[in-house]
């Protein structure tokens, strides 16, 4: 009893939730992966929740041939799995509506504004659109083109027009700058949604509450107290049905220019003035702008990258990435990075920042480690007891939580020291799975807050620095090129990059043991 009252009193009492007004979700490439796999059931679990307004509905758009009814029974089906929800679904696709056509087909246009116009009237949405663009890439431009001549992403008197587009936001810093000039011909910046579904995470949202709703961390959050932070973005999957896609991408853009980079300038960035989305958005800006460049001749000292090769995952061979479906079998392209990033600020000063990432590694794990310093003096060195660095873990997925690690006295001899592991679970406290990151991200899309999504400075700063990279790589071809066995934690180089500034990669096999050195 006395255990349940204390944790209702620990619990947080600060909660806010905003309901979107009349609104409209239009989903360009409806019949996709993304729309079934991500948009769809957030979208159905926004309305089981009550989230969405009385007053919306949502326009299927792909080329793939659809009638209203078809394109229902299609979600209906994939929805299905929840039984007792079978009644809400029925009330949800009530509210689903599809058009077909080419996406540079005028006609398609003009049947969509006379659609909308109708929905509009019929649902009382007052002309709110929310427009995801959920296609290939190479199509953006060209539907907010045609959006534009056709006059639906024109903002008027109290309604609005939003665009939510997916990475990847161009392929360099040349192409990113293109398709941020040519949005911006048409598009004010309050109306781009770039998305980055790591940021609709709870425990991404979670480091800013962390860091800044708690007084404990901030005063050693520096260079005087941090050794050095490591992220780990981790997979066990391979490319799976992707390889068009990452064939032509690769680990770096796929993950570093995105998740991994948002994920540091959380973890590194200074206390935003508030929580307004331009002030969040402004220190992560200055944040970006003290990541010190790469030169393209010193790359290698920083930069591994390497392709994985067969192996077994949970006890299955899996083959080398060369092998997979549609992937060229002389392919050069990375399937995992590591990083050191260093951060010229008075805040970071000479702390290392390791990020690596892969696919096919030995399990899936994503997670920032925070590496204290020593102690600066050890009372217990004379007794040869080696003294572990306190490690503060954020763990981003599949466990989500986070864990200090600190050193105890072990019961027993007079003197033994061992890490303990003080570990915050969310699913083992709150009893309750997180909504998924696309939930977060759609809603706020409908209110309008930017927060969670990437500014134009931002998404500049991000390919400025890790083109020269990419150039280099593409120069070199297969030179520097790594391997790496499936179901591992990648090359042996990746720990040289650590071995050689006198670290380690955090083991991230024997998580939480108490070792019994006796
Ligand atoms: C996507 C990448 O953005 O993120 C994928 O394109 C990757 O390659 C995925 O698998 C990882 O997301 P999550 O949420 O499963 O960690």
Redesign the pocket.
């Known amino acids: 009893m006395e255990q349940q009252a204390k944790t209702r009193i620990s619990r947080v009492q600060l909660c806010e939730e905003i309901k979107p007004g009349p609104s409209s979700i239009i989903i360009f490439g409806a019949s996709g992966d993304l729309t079934f796999r991500k948009l769809i059931p957030s979208i159905f679990t926004l309305f089981k929740k009550n989230l969405l307004p009385q007053e919306f509905y949502l326009l299927g758009v792909a080329r793939t041939q659809y009638t209203d009814e078809e394109y229902r029974l299609e979600i209906k089906n994939k929805l299905s799995e929840e039984k007792e929800d079978l009644y809400l679904i029925s009330k949800f696709i009530e509210k689903i509506f599809f058009i077909s056509g080419n996406y540079n087909d005028d006609s398609l246009y003009s049947y969509l504004k006379n659609r909308l116009r109708y929905l509009d009237e019929i649902f009382k949405t007052q002309q709110n659109h929310l427009f995801y663009l959920a296609t290939p890439p190479n199509i953006y431009l060209e539907i907010i083109r045609k959006l534009s001549n056709f006059e639906l992403i024109k903002e008027k008197n109290n309604s609005y027009s939003r665009i939510i587009i997916e ?1 990847p936001f161009g392929r360099d810093l040349k192409s990113s700058n293109e398709l941020d000039e040519e949005l911006h011909k048409s598009l004010k910046e309050s109306q781009i949604y770039r998305i ?3 940021l609709g ?1 709870e425990t991404v949202q979670n480091i800013m509450m962390l860091r800044f709703a708690n007084i404990v961390f901030e005063p050693i959050w520096n260079y005087k107290y941090i050794d050095n932070v490591q992220i780990t ?1 981790a ?1 066990t ?1 391979g ?1 799976e049905h ?1 390889a068009g ?2 064939e032509q ?1 690769g ?1 770096l853009r ?2 570093f220019q ?2 991994m980079l948002q994920l540091l300038t959380l973890v590194a960035m200074e206390p935003p003035a508030s929580l307004e989305d331009s002030s969040v958005r402004d220190e992560k800006t200055k944040l970006l702008k003290t990541i010190r460049p790469f030169e393209k001749d010193y790359i290698d000292e920083f930069f591994i990258r390497a392709q994985y090769k067969k192996g077994k995952i949970n006890g299955f061979n899996v083959p080398d990435y060369r092998q997979e479906p549609n992937v060229n079998p002389n392919s050069n392209v990375e399937t995992y990075v590591a990083a050191k990033f260093l951060l010229d600020s008075w805040r970071w000063s000479g702390v290392p920042f390791y990020l690596r990432s892969g ?1 096919r590694l030995k399990r ?1 794990i ?1 997670e920032i480690a925070i590496i204290f310093k020593e102690v600066p003096h050890s009372i217990f060195a004379k007794n040869n007891i080696y003294l572990e660095q306190n490690v503060l873990i954020l763990n ?2 599949p466990d989500e939580g986070f864990s200090l690690k600190i050193q105890a006295k072990q019961p027993g001899s007079k003197l033994c020291l061992n890490t303990l592991s003080m570990d915050f679970n969310y699913n083992e406290f709150f009893k309750f799975k997180g909504p998924d ?1 696309y939930e977060r991200l759609l809603l706020d899309a409908m209110v309008g807050d930017q927060t969670l999504f990437v500014r134009s400075d931002a998404m500049e700063l991000s390919w400025k620095l890790l083109t020269p990279i990419l150039e280099k790589w593409e120069e070199d071809q297969d030179k520097n090129l790594l391997f790496y066995e499936a179901g591992t934690w990648g090359p042996k180089e990746a720990n040289e990059l650590l071995l050689k500034d006198n670290r380690e990669w955090r083991n991230l096999d024997v998580e939480g043991e108490f070792v019994n050195v006796f």
């Open positions: 990475k980055d579904h790591y995470k973005v997979e999957l490319v992707r896609y990452f991408a680990l796929d993950m995105n998740h696919k899936k994503s981003i997925q990151a």
